[in-house]
């Protein structure tokens, strides 16, 4: 089956924290397959967390639904307005959703499609909800090994898949190991813009 790449949505994600000192050896071994990397970004806010939901001044006033934003100007603007010339260290993404399907339930996202000078990141496998089940599904010791032998040199140094067909497959293993989310879907990660 064909993939399409289907944008839906923008946020802000911090880049203030470093990986090595914002997680704990514990959450480390129990949610990450490799160690080895920069820093975990996802499509969770858990994982890698919203400027939207870590700051006061940005939450008050924030629109119903912004997981992701529909409109990438209005975000923006909004951050803008209340940051100014202070912007927190931060990343401006961009997230899509590969499907086999035409989906007319994202046809309002502004803009509609990827942009040339954006930066791919990787691929994160997910539910609908954007809980990643690569990075925030806990790991039993005796999965973590045969996981890491199989996947290690598919992930980068975001622990994201680099190709599609990777995380298609990692489905599959998100799907059985947790029903309860299932069906999880490959989402990619783009870098729009760099506040640092």
Same mark, same amino acid.
């Given at each position: ?95 899509? /959703? @590969? =499907? $086999?399907?035409?989906?007319?339930? !994202?046809?309002?996202?502004?803009? #509609?499609? *990827?942009?040339?000078? &954006? ?10 909800? /954007? @809980? =990643? $089940?690569?990075?925030?599904?806990? !790991?039993?010791?005796?999965?973590? #090994?045969? *996981?890491?032998?199989? &996947? ?45």
């Amino acid at each position: 089956m064909l993939l399409k790449e289907i944008l839906i949505g923008f946020d802000i994600r911090e880049m203030e924290y470093s990986y090595q000192d914002s997680w704990s050896q514990d959450r480390k071994e129990t949610f990450l397959i490799i160690g080895n990397i920069i820093k975990p970004l996802s499509t969770d806010r858990d994982v890698w967390n919203s400027i939207f939901t870590m700051y006061e001044n940005l939450k008050q006033n924030l629109p119903s639904w912004t997981n992701p934003w529909e409109n990438l100007f209005e975000m923006t603007s909004y951050t803008d307005k209340i940051w100014k010339d202070h912007w927190k260290p931060s990343w401006i993404i961009g997230i899509t /959703l @590969l =499907s $086999g399907v035409n989906l007319i339930a !994202y046809d309002h996202v502004i803009p #509609s499609g *990827l942009e040339k000078n &954006w930066m791919f990141l990787g691929y994160d496998v997910s539910d609908k909800y /954007l @809980l =990643s $089940g690569l990075t925030n599904c806990g !790991y039993k010791p005796e999965e973590i #090994s045969l *996981l890491k032998n199989k &996947w290690k040199n598919h992930l980068n140094k975001y622990h994201l898949f680099d190709d599609p067909e990777s995380a298609t497959q990692f489905t599959n293993i998100a799907n059985q190991r947790v029903p309860e989310h299932a069906p999880f879907n490959v989402y990619g990660l783009y870098l729009i813009e760099e506040h640092l």
